[in-house]
């Protein structure tokens, strides 16, 4: 776990380079003799020998003048003697942790290299990664196993400062093994984070375990996702979304008449066609043969008109009115669809500004700005507009057919 207090954050996932810091204080390593190897704590790690050595050079945000925390995920192939972390210049005060026999200890050197306290556990389980971690006050230093507190020692702090070494240090090997995440903070971490830190993550992370059957799906957890949206949403969304939604079902049944009569008067004219075999001669007045085939409609209007050249201009005039009475009758209701397409999405956009006003002005009345705030509101405002577009979209394509 990282916040402001975290001066150094290093893990080794798809290194290609020297180390990087995940901080904003960009804390880099200059210099590094480990390798990347797959199977880390979380992800990648670097592989030490006792030759290995990784440097994070001196710098402002790693001077501690009363005390911090230094943290990191270590897995050693044996019993050895070996640094893993030191904090400090060569000759001045330091922090060191590192592997002493079957054991781990936390020894802080004042100036000249005295040894000013050791916080040592007892025999570490190898071959097994194991989080780490060596706390100072102004009196007390601290070491960590996996969270729990194995050894302390009353010392009177000096004021630390950089650089960080990984692996070998000066006038001490290295030590045989794969380290991950390290981190370093500027204050004394408190028992119940470094338990947090060494339940939550590592490679069996404990702080929260889910079984095989609450597991969810990706598609589940979308549900989920709009779930709570739906929850969000607020009365005045749920009036847009209603008001779309009958727009939605009067255009669908428009487009289903449409379908169903447009379907009835092709069958109708070839009907019509193949009784009088396309002859104007022929007809009929059959009455299901009237309400089915426009043609038929038309034809019959034609045939009321007497035969002359001087009923020319009436017989035109008659079949154009005709016309123009099957085409009122195509369109009849067209025009819902037409409403639809324009009045959904700003119907949508009405909801959704509506909610953002309602959200900025509930932030205004309590004072509290958080995203955990403002999220729900603006999500459920903008599930208004996604409702109308949903609605508006479809009848674009029978409407241009």
């Not at 969810?216 to 779309?244: C, E, H, N, P, R």
């Amino acid at each position: 776990m990282q916040d402001k207090q975290t001066v150094l954050a290093l893990d080794f996932e798809r290194l290609t380079g020297l180390p990087q810091d995940r901080t904003s204080y960009g804390n880099n390593a200059v210099r590094a003799s480990a390798k990347p190897v797959a199977g880390g704590a979380i992800g990648d790690g670097l592989a030490f020998t006792p030759d290995s050595a990784a440097e994070v050079p001196s710098a402002p945000s790693l001077a501690f003048p009363a005390g911090g925390t230094v943290a990191f995920w270590v897995r050693a192939d044996k019993a050895q003697d070996g640094a893993v972390l030191t904090l400090g210049a060569a000759g001045g005060p330091a922090l060191a942790v590192g592997f002493r026999g079957d054991g781990i200890e936390a020894q802080l050197r004042g100036p000249g290299g005295a040894t000013l306290g050791v916080a040592a556990s007892g025999p570490t389980p190898f071959r097994t990664w194991r989080h780490v971690a060596a706390t100072l006050t102004a009196d007390t230093l601290t070491l960590y196993i996996d969270g729990e507190a194995k050894g302390s020692a009353k010392v009177a702090t000096p004021a630390l400062a950089g650089p960080v070494l990984l692996g070998a240090a000066p006038g001490r090997p290295g030590f045989t093994g794969s380290l991950d995440e390290v981190e370093v903070s500027n204050v004394a971490r408190s028992a119940g984070w470094l338990q947090a830190v060494a339940l939550g993550s590592g490679p069996e992370g404990r702080l929260v375990s889910v079984g095989a059957t609450e597991q969810k799906s990706q598609f589940s957890a979308y549900l989920g996702l709009l779930a709570t949206i739906a929850a969000s949403v607020s009365v005045d969304g749920w009036v847009i979304i209603m008001l779309i939604g009958l727009l939605a079902a009067l255009c669908l049944e428009v487009a289903v008449v449409k379908s169903l009569t447009l379907d009835q008067m092709d069958k109708g004219d070839k009907s019509y066609l193949a009784l009088t075999g396309g002859s104007t001669a022929s007809h009929t007045d059959d009455e299901a043969m009237l309400a089915r085939s426009p043609l038929c409609r038309i034809a019959r209007v034609g045939r009321s008109v007497r035969a002359g050249a001087a009923q020319a201009d009436l017989l035109r005039s008659a079949i154009g009115r005709a016309l123009i009475e099957e085409a009122n009758r195509l369109n009849k209701n067209m025009v819902l669809l037409t409403l639809t397409i324009s009045g959904a999405p700003f119907l949508g956009l009405l909801g959704t500004v509506v909610g953002v006003m309602i959200t900025f002005a509930a932030i205004a009345a309590s004072g509290d700005v958080n995203v955990n705030t403002i999220a729900p509101g603006i999500s459920a405002a903008i599930a208004t507009t996604v409702a109308g577009l949903i609605v508006a979209i479809p009848p674009c394509s029978p409407t241009t057919f």
